[in-house]
């Protein structure tokens, strides 16, 4: 599973962009209503079933807001947990509290789609072998926080970014020359660059599956292939390679895919079509200066 730390100077920076764009020259409504000394309790409640995923987070984000807010966890991320369920605690000055709700709920809200959206179809598929991995296709500026909702949802990550392993797509197969060309001349940089990388080619038909595996590729993508044309381009690789399906499998075709024997199936729908889970922020006053 992704492991990310919450502290370190990347999210602390994100953190403090987020806030300078909503809170600007200040959180007006609060500031106008609420008493500076006023201290209030929150409660995050989920208000549907799913895997909760932002909660770690959302600790280090209230104490970047205000570091004398309390924060008590009563669940952990990458539980499932029913409608009603409290997720934490909250105590401590109430406008600091408004300051960081939107804000916070945004990102747990997102994260627990992804995460829930992510189990559901692991679910769907566990008991066929195969291995579901998640895209590139992240919002911009949450790629590391989404792609660990998926990791906690029961998923893998196929790669963080362009640096961490090579795929060969379309576009450099046809800009390089096709897929031998393609491969001898990555093989070469890597090898010049000392890096140690593996190699994945995306094929569009048969004839490139079958040319992918004269050059003995770590991993063969099986590009917006039918599920029939998936199970014959697994027949003809016969485990000599890793076998990823992908390019628009859906929930209704998933499992079908999944049955054809391919190894890994990628599903860009983890993470850039989600519906955010439902979780509310409720705030009361506990003491305000008299």
């Given at each position: 599973?992704?492991?990310?730390?919450?502290?370190?100077?990347?999210?602390?920076?994100?953190?403090?962009?987020?806030?300078a764009e909503d809170v600007g020259a200040g959180d007006f409504s609060s500031l106008g209503s609420i008493g500076a000394d006023a201290i209030g309790t929150s409660q995050l409640i989920l208000k549907e079933n799913g895997v909760i995923a932002g909660l770690e987070w959302a600790e280090v984000f209230l104490n970047r807001v205000d570091s004398n807010i309390q924060f008590d966890l009563l669940s952990r991320d990458g539980d499932f947990l029913e409608k009603g369920s409290i997720l934490a605690t909250a105590e401590g000055n109430i406008r600091s509290l408004l300051k960081a709700e939107?804000?916070?709920?945004?990102?747990?809200?997102?994260?627990?789609?992804?995460?829930?959206?992510?189990?559901?179809?692991?679910?769907f598929v566990k008991d066929t072998g195969v291995t579901l991995l998640d895209t590139r296709k992240t919002t911009p500026g949450l790629r590391m926080l989404e792609k660990w909702a998926?990791?906690?949802?029961?998923?893998?990550?196929?790669?963080?970014?362009?640096?961490?392993?090579?795929?060969?797509?379309?576009?450099?197969?046809?800009?390089?020359?096709?897929?031998?060309?393609?491969?001898?001349?990555?093989?070469?940089f890597l090898s010049e660059q000392k890096l140690d990388l593996k190699i994945?080619?995306?094929?569009?038909?048969?004839?490139?599956?079958?040319?992918?595996?004269?050059?003995?590729?770590?991993?063969?993508?099986?590009?917006?292939?039918?599920?029939?044309?998936c199970k014959e381009a697994v027949k003809l690789v016969d485990k000599r390679s890793e076998t990823e399906a992908s390019g628009g499998i859906t929930r209704d075709s998933i499992r079908d895919y999944a049955?054809?024997?391919?190894?890994?199936?990628?599903?860009?729908?983890?993470?850039?079509?989600?519906?955010s889970l439902d979780i509310s922020f409720k705030t009361k006053i506990k003491a305000r200066n008299l």
């Amino acid at each position: 599973m992704l492991k990310l730390s919450f502290t370190s100077l990347e999210f602390i920076q994100s953190m403090d962009l987020w806030l300078a764009e909503d809170v600007g020259a200040g959180d007006f409504s609060s500031l106008g209503s609420i008493g500076a000394d006023a201290i209030g309790t929150s409660q995050l409640i989920l208000k549907e079933n799913g895997v909760i995923a932002g909660l770690e987070w959302a600790e280090v984000f209230l104490n970047r807001v205000d570091s004398n807010i309390q924060f008590d966890l009563l669940s952990r991320d990458g539980d499932f947990l029913e409608k009603g369920s409290i997720l934490a605690t909250a105590e401590g000055n109430i406008r600091s509290l408004l300051k960081a709700e939107r804000l916070m709920l945004n990102v747990l809200q997102r994260l627990s789609g992804v995460a829930t959206q992510t189990r559901n179809l692991v679910e769907f598929v566990k008991d066929t072998g195969v291995t579901l991995l998640d895209t590139r296709k992240t919002t911009p500026g949450l790629r590391m926080l989404e792609k660990w909702a998926v990791s906690l949802g029961g998923a893998q990550n196929h790669r963080i970014g362009l640096y961490d392993m090579v795929m060969l797509k379309d576009n450099h197969v046809d800009s390089a020359g096709g897929i031998t060309a393609a491969v001898e001349k990555t093989r070469k940089f890597l090898s010049e660059q000392k890096l140690d990388l593996k190699i994945e080619v995306e094929t569009r038909n048969l004839d490139e599956v079958n040319e992918a595996l004269v050059n003995k590729v770590d991993r063969i993508m099986f590009d917006n292939f039918s599920i029939d044309l998936c199970k014959e381009a697994v027949k003809l690789v016969d485990k000599r390679s890793e076998t990823e399906a992908s390019g628009g499998i859906t929930r209704d075709s998933i499992r079908d895919y999944a049955l054809t024997g391919v190894q890994f199936i990628s599903v860009g729908a983890l993470t850039h079509t989600v519906k955010s889970l439902d979780i509310s922020f409720k705030t009361k006053i506990k003491a305000r200066n008299l």
